[in-house]
């Protein structure tokens, strides 16, 4: 009998965690769950859009290599055989010392596994040119290197944007030398004129 109120209050301390508790602890668990996703999000597509950077470092200087020999613009379209592969396949055109890619284009390339190609005019969706330096007026037209891709998202498309066209006047998805559209979410960047 004496042990009775001892019991009652060791029961009432090891009770366990109030409805209260337990759903401000489940918040707190769904925060951090949540800032941790935003994060490693973030990475993956910064991951994915630095390695689209890197390849239109590659096809520039490919280009401009292929440009002085050969004196012509080259493409290189993915899927394609090697005479639509002016750079990674092997070509007879007088002067050509290829090739200038080790690898040709994949679908891998593009950051979300889209459709990936290098035009050897400077078009975007059949219109002409590109304003590079954002006054309003196009600049490179015709001749000029442009890498294609499908499913690209704004997200994806503003950070490569940010990789080249930083500081150029105008709309972000229109001047300099990456562009978007938001209608078909195609991404074109002029890799070399
Ligand atoms: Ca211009
Ligand atoms: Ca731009």
Redesign the pocket.
């Known amino acids: 009998m004496m042990l009775k109120p001892h019991s009652t209050r060791t029961r009432t301390a090891t009770q366990g965690f109030s409805l209260l508790e337990i759903v401000i602890a489940l918040a707190v668990i769904a925060m951090i769950v949540g800032v941790v996703a935003v994060r490693s999000g973030g990475v993956i597509n910064k991951g994915r859009t630095t390695r689209v950077i890197t390849l239109c470092d590659t096809l520039k200087k490919a280009s401009a290599q292929y440009h002085a020999d050969t004196n012509q613009m080259p493409w290189e379209y993915q899927g394609y055989a090697a005479d639509n592969r002016k750079l990674s396949g092997t070509q007879s055109i007088a002067g050509w010392q290829g090739p200038y890619m080790e690898s040709p284009l994949t679908t891998a390339m593009n950051p979300t596994g889209g459709g990936i190609h290098m035009y050897a005019v400077a078009n975007v969706n059949g219109s002409a040119g590109f ?3 954002g ?1 309003g ?3 490179v037209t015709g001749a000029g290197c442009t890498l294609w891709m499908s499913g690209i998202p704004q997200t994806d498309a503003q950070a490569i944007d940010a990789a080249f066209d930083r500081g150029i006047a105008g709309n972000w998805y229109d001047t300099g030398r990456v562009k978007w559209s938001s209608s078909n979410n195609y991404c074109w960047v002029l890799v070399y004129f």
Request: no cysteine; charged share 55%.
């Open positions: 304003d590079t330096d006054d007026t196009n600049d």
